[in-house]
């Protein structure tokens, strides 16, 4: 406990960390590959470029198992109201990393029928350029989450 | 109100040689055609690098029968139908519809021009039920309603969007890019 | 609800219809139950969820005694066994939602089921999730930038979109293609569908549940698409294939990369023949499941491996051929009930054809230019932009402007992975196309899933929609 030696808030500290590594070595992920980025996202997770390394081949089918969601793919003004439903049914804590340039900004799509970055739709932690971005941009990406994860606090 | 078929714009001198008007003789196929609808043109589109194309451009009167005979003469494969909006050109729409005979290799190209301000035109999926999605896009896309059409509702948009977006008329919807740190917004 | 037009006859004027009067003596409960009904419809007490959804109001299905769509499902046109017209009551049937997202969609597919139990009595597709308003956009790009959207409608087979569209322009140009860049195009366009057949495989196996299949189909994919990123700079959605040619020429050492591809993928073909040909549990699920007949096929356009797996003789290779492609031997394998096994059987036979054509390509690779020499519409050499101000000004007008093309229309199609691939262009002498439409053949296919899945099982439909091998940026654009 916090006495006359310790610094205080050392425990708190500890305890921070440890969770912070838990939530980062079993991130798995919310199925929620729309278009070509989906292609690639599967592509890391098969054998080549191997996400089970770090405890996320798993991808659940409901949100409610999932604590991360990589929108993958272009997100169309039909696709926005799903998306959130989703986001929402997701428990916390959850990230999401938006995959590809569609997904962030809107891509090469600037019209009509698509949301011009879903970070108008949910709150993104982590943004992965590229049409599509390769499996190591997105592992790239991934790995920023977790290092993110792992300098932040539990309660977000 | 004589539904004039459309003026067709093409090259004159170009790479293609075009024919406009009238049924190419000794082509017995298009002969029956021209037979179950006397008001339509044909047209032959030869490129250098291609196989020869047909086109019959025809009436919105005369295009269900027409169409029921391309089946007839064994065009039964359905291959695609879409709209495309001449603005600016009267009659504005068109109905492009590509059937395939197997059985004689060849394509065939049917178009039926549709004025902007009544834009209806006859339903061609009790013929072809392959043309049912592709007529609610058109739908859709464009606002040509097909009489006759079992489920004319809206297919790719949204069901309460307001407007047809492939429309000459309706903005690309582009939103202005800004760069973080950029002076003037581009 | 009010904008959407009255349904039999597409007027937009109509009023809604009002529900039918019943014919029940009144009771109390029936009184009380219409009561809350009708509060429902006034939208007073409707509870926040139900706004929060994702309710689409006309395209949900309609109760059975007038959807008008149904009769046209369930194939007036041609003569289906299965379907019976004595109902059981409604009681009994429950409508279900899969998707858009989903792990066995392949991509934002909705389909609405109508169940008894396990049975499936309607299907119906609801798209537009992945709409992207692509042909909206090519008209506003000019014909050199064309193929950067076009490839990603079908994005597991970017070459074949690129191809139909390019080979659409240079129709309306007439310009004459150098042979190296015709035999370049068939060597990556057939890659392309083994690789995309490949995945076919993968997901086919996932759905189904043999999900080692997964995890080996990207194996030989990714030797493939090792030799796409050396060659065109992408593992995906290429903009390699342009109108005129090509982008670039083959790097040094290909040959090498094509030979490495023809010795190790079937290898890993042959090792998943081994395990899938005669295992019972993927003949139980596959053999007899989905069956379209020809019929079906042609009224409803449906082209490709479907169509050639219930007997069509018909590939566009062979037909009407492009790029040279019939300079080369290779047959075109039928399948004989339209089963999902045939499916499966014919696109393993495909990709070993299509090996054959890489190994042709192989050797007889032609020299010489990969990409027209009309400098009006291909760019010149980058060093000679250095040495003529011609060749400056050329490449300046290709690329702020765009070159023009004159006045026409034409409509190209190719035979992809999926099937017939069309692109319909109209130009009017500009830079920019007046009309790109381009017919996906997974459009028609998703269209044809009610014949496919009427009176299946549940675990049936999983298999047949994974057999048809819909790509939805094809479906939506």
Known sequence: MAGETTPPGMMLTTLEKGVNWARTRSMWGAVFGLACCAIEMMATGAAHNDLG???????????????????????????????????????????????????????????????????????????????????????????????????????? | MTDEAPALETADG?????????????????????????????????????????????????????????????????????????????????????????????????????????????????????????????????????EGHPDLTRILMPDDWEGHPLRKDYAVGSVPVQFKGAPHAS | MSDTPDRA??????????????????????????????????????????????????????????????????????????????????????????????PSTHGVLRLQLELEGETIRRVKPIIGYLHTGMEKTAETLTYLQGPTNVTR?????????????????????????????????????????VASHLLWLATQGMDIGAISMMLYGWREREIVLEFFEKTTGLRMNHNYIRPGGVAADL???????????????????????????????????????????????????????????????????????????????????????????????????????SLRIVEQVLETMPPGDYRTADRKVTPPPRKRIDESMEALIHHFKIFTEGFKVPAGEVYQAVESPRGELGVYLVAQGGAKPWRVHVRGPSFAHVQALPMMMTDSLLADMISTLASTDPVLGDVDR
């Open chain 1, 53 to 156: 390394r770090f405890g996320m081949e798993v991808f659940r089918a409901s949100p409610r198992q999932a604590d991360l969601m990589i929108v993958a793919g272009r997100v169309s003004q039909k696709m926005a109201p799903v998306l959130r439903q989703v986001y929402d049914q997701m428990s916390e804590p959850k990230w999401v990393i938006s995959m590809g340039a569609c997904a962030s900004t809107g891509g090469m799509f600037n019209n009509y029928a698509l949301v011009q970055g879903v970070d108008q739709v949910v709150p993104v932690d982590i943004y992965v350029p590229g049409c599509p971005p390769g499996p190591q941009s997105l592992m790239h990406g991934i790995l920023t989450l977790h290092d993110k994860i792992m300098d932040g606090e539990i309660v977000r």
């Open chain 3, 153 to 193: 409608m079908d994005y597991l087979s970017p070459f074949h979109n690129e191809l139909a569209y390019s080979l659409a322009v240079e129709q309306l140009l007439g310009v004459a293609l150098p042979p190296r860049a015709d035999a370049i195009r068939v060597l990556m366009t057939e890659l392309n569908r």
């Open chain 3, 251 to 353: 790097p040094d050492g290909w040959e090498a990369d094509v030979e490495r591809i023809l010795r190790e993928v079937p290898v890993g073909m042959s090792e998943y023949r081994e395990i899938l040909d005669e295992n019972p549990i993927f003949l139980d699920r596959t053999v007899g499941i989905g069956i379209i007949t020809q019929e079906e096929c042609r009224a409803y356009g449906v082209t490709g491996p479907i169509a050639r797996a219930s007997g069509i003789d018909w590939d566009l290779r062979k037909a009407f051929p492009y790029s040279g492609i019939d300079g080369y031997e290779f047959d075109v394998p039928l399948g004989k009930h339209g089963d999902v096994f045939d499916r499966y059987l014919v696109r393993m036979e495909e990709m070993r054809q």
């Open chain 3, 9 to 102: 006859t597409g007027d937009l004027e109509a009023p809604i219809a009002e529900p039918p009067e019943s014919d029940e003596l009144e009771s109390t409960v029936a009184t009380q139950r219409r009561a809350v009904h009708e509060i429902w419809l006034a939208g007073t007490e409707e509870p926040d969820w139900v706004k929060a959804g994702t309710d689409e109001g006309a395209q949900e299905l309609l109760p059975d005694t007038d959807d008008p769509g149904l009769s046209i499902q369930r194939g007036t046109v041609v003569s289906d066994d299965y379907v019976t017209d004595d109902y059981v009551t409604g009681d009994e049937r429950q409508i279900i939602n899969m998707g858009p997202q989903h």
């Open chain 2, 14 to 146: 170009g790479v293609g040689k075009v024919r406009p008007g009238s049924p190419p003789p000794a082509d017995p196929v298009l002969s029956t055609l021209h037979a179950a609808a006397p008001a339509s043109r044909f047209e032959r589109f030869e490129p250098g690098n291609g196989p020869a194309q047909d086109v019959v451009i025809v009436d919105r009167a005369g295009y269900h029968d027409l169409v029921s005979a391309a089946h007839s003469e064994r065009f039964d494969t359905f291959a695609d139908l879409c709209g495309v909006d001449y603005l600016g050109r009267k009659p504005r729409f068109e109905v492009v519809l590509n059937v395939v005979s197997h059985p004689m290799r060849r394509r065939l190209r049917i178009r039926v021009g549709i004025p902007g301000d009544d834009p209806t035109v006859a339903t061609v999926s009790d013929v072809y039920p392959g043309a049912n999605f592709f007529e609610r896009e058109a739908y859709d896309l464009f606002g040509i309603v097909f």
